[in-house]
């Protein structure tokens, strides 16, 4: 009979052991779940923000493209409007700048220029320096006359410098654009 009781305690002993494990099992599980709730919680609202984000830009981006072709168009008339043709760009530039001195009441020393070619563009980068003469509210008309002119003017810097009985040496640095001729298709025979 001792067998048997011995027997029976170490079963007995085991479905004890079995239980306790399975309840810490258990209670790990029920802790753990107390705490996962709130960061499937966070982690889903987090989900839910970039969500919100991502289609907020997918509409700005179909906005972007339903309006591309207008903008195309107004991009092209800038183009074509502002950017004279290199063919007949300097002339038109050196008349501007002379008739523009000449009504603001300065004497033109030198207009100068210089390019670069944007061949990806099809432009030329023109660099336009001008050297006048004259007084302080001559020089503020003419400059006041680029930035109205129908033409394109990128005023890049300007200098001042004393002269001769008051007057005032003015060398500007302007930049504008030219479109280059498109390439003429060549008759095949």
């Given at each position: 009979m001792k067998r048997a009781a011995r027997h029976w305690k170490r079963r007995v002993s085991a479905a004890l052991g079995v239980i306790v494990l399975a309840d810490l099992v258990l209670l790990g599980m029920v802790v753990q779940s107390g705490a996962q709730p709130t960061a499937l919680r966070e982690e889903r609202d987090r989900l839910v923000m970039q969500f919100r984000r991502l289609s907020e830009d997918v509409v700005k981006a179909q906005a972007i493209r339903s309006n591309l072709p207008e903008v195309a168009?107004?991009?092209?008339?800038?183009?074509?409007?502002?950017?004279?043709?290199?063919?007949?760009?300097?002339?038109?530039?050196?008349?501007?700048?002379?008739?523009?001195?000449?009504?603001?009441?300065?004497?033109?020393?030198?207009?100068?220029?210089?390019?670069?070619?944007?061949?990806?563009?099809?432009?030329?980068e023109v660099h336009?320096?001008?050297?006048?003469?004259?007084?302080?509210?001559?020089?503020?008309?003419?400059?006041?006359?680029l930035e109205r002119s129908e033409h394109f003017y990128l005023m890049n810097s300007l200098a001042l410098a004393s002269s001769a009985a008051g007057r005032i040496k003015l060398t500007l640095e302007v930049k504008t654009y030219f479109r280059n001729a498109p390439p003429q298709a060549v008759a095949g025979g």
């Open positions: 168009r107004q991009c092209e008339n800038f183009f074509a409007q502002q950017f004279l043709e290199a063919s007949r760009g300097y002339s038109v530039v050196l008349a501007d700048f002379t008739r523009l001195a000449q009504q603001a009441g300065l004497e033109v020393q030198r207009i100068g220029f210089r390019q670069n070619a944007v061949p990806e563009r099809e432009l030329t336009i320096e001008v050297n006048v003469e004259g007084d302080y509210p001559a020089l503020v008309r003419f400059i006041n006359g």
